[in-house]
């Protein structure tokens, strides 16, 4: 028994250094809601998170189920609710839509779009992601097959992160999450980014979410713009970038 309990003793002594952060309370003034996008799960921002809660924030990370716009939203806004702090609302790609609905809660002071979509009330994830754009190719997705929508794996890789290594992408691409019609053509009913400030991380090498396209979306929301030389999984090829950006935007927040 002794020696379970040195063990024991022994293992969390050696936490790694973002273990060992979130054992204390969090020091930052802000908390920071991390939302994810189609195809992938909340795992994608594990390097932020850890960065970010070793730095001192209270990081919140939602799952979305990705089936339901009005479902993604709600799964968002349980999770603003559990903030000690003043909000600083971040999403990636599709979860830019749910931010923009979900971003109308008076906990979020201020919103971060990272190769995202931002629809406009009244307009649906659908009608942003088609605009039609020339010289750049859209997303390489099947055609939808009982009510969801995937990308064609053999393309995943280079399309959605082709600056990450090909262990991961591979994997990825296998382990993608359905994407549900009631969250592509669902129009939204307000936009937070009319009322709050906002920055926008646009990925300038992105074959998913159209750079233009994003430009344009930056600019109707009057974001503070940071361009970076990056793929679609900014957080995974450039994670350092990433959390540099959001602390930037944090300040938004207090």
Same mark, same amino acid.
């Given at each position: ?11 969390? /002594?050696?936490?790694? $250094?973002?273990?060992?952060? &979130?054992?204390?309370? *969090?020091?930052? $003034?802000v ?5 994810? %996008? ?13 960065? !970010?809660?070793h730095?001192?924030? =209270? ?8 089936? /339901?716009? #009005? ?14 702090? *003043? ?7 599709y979860? %830019?839509?749910?931010?923009? #609905? ?16 931002? *629809? ?11 605009? $039609?754009?020339?010289? =750049? ?5 099947? $055609? ?11 393309? @995943?890789?280079?399309? @959605? ?8 992408? %591979? @994997? +990825?691409?296998?382990? &993608? ?19 709050? *400030?906002?920055?926008? +991380? !646009? ?9 233009? /396209? ?12 940071? #361009? ?7 957080? !995974? ?18």
């Amino acid at each position: 028994m002794k020696r379970i309990i040195i063990g024991a003793l022994m293992a969390m /002594t050696s936490l790694s $250094p973002a273990a060992a952060a &979130q054992t204390h309370a *969090p020091s930052k $003034p802000v908390s920071i809601v991390l939302v994810h %996008g189609a195809f992938v799960d909340a795992s994608g921002w594990k390097q932020i998170y850890d960065i !970010l809660t070793h730095d001192g924030y =209270e990081v919140l990370v939602v799952q979305n189920p990705t089936v /339901t716009l #009005e479902g993604d939203v709600e799964a968002t806004r349980q999770v603003i609710a559990r903030a000690s702090k *003043p909000v600083l609302l971040v999403g990636h790609s599709y979860g %830019g839509a749910v931010i923009t #609905e979900a971003g109308t809660d008076p906990r979020v002071k201020s919103l971060a779009y990272i190769a995202a979509l931002a *629809p406009d009330a009244g307009e649906s994830v659908f009608e942003l992601a088609t605009r $039609p754009v020339p010289g =750049e190719s859209g997303p390489p997705l099947l $055609p939808p097959a009982d009510g969801f929508i995937l990308v064609d794996p053999a393309k @995943f890789p280079t399309a @959605f992160a082709q600056d990450v290594d090909i262990s991961v992408t %591979g @994997f +990825m691409a296998v382990a &993608q999450v359905p994407w549900g019609i009631g969250a592509v053509q669902t129009k939204l009913t307000s936009a937070a980014w009319k009322d709050k *400030p906002v920055s926008w +991380m !646009l990925t300038t090498q992105d074959h998913m979410v159209s750079p233009t /396209t994003q430009r344009f979306m930056a600019t109707r929301a009057k974001a503070q713009l940071t #361009e970076i030389h990056s793929s679609h999984a900014v957080m !995974l090829s450039h994670p350092n970038e990433v959390v540099a950006f959001i602390e930037a935007a944090a300040s938004d927040a207090q």
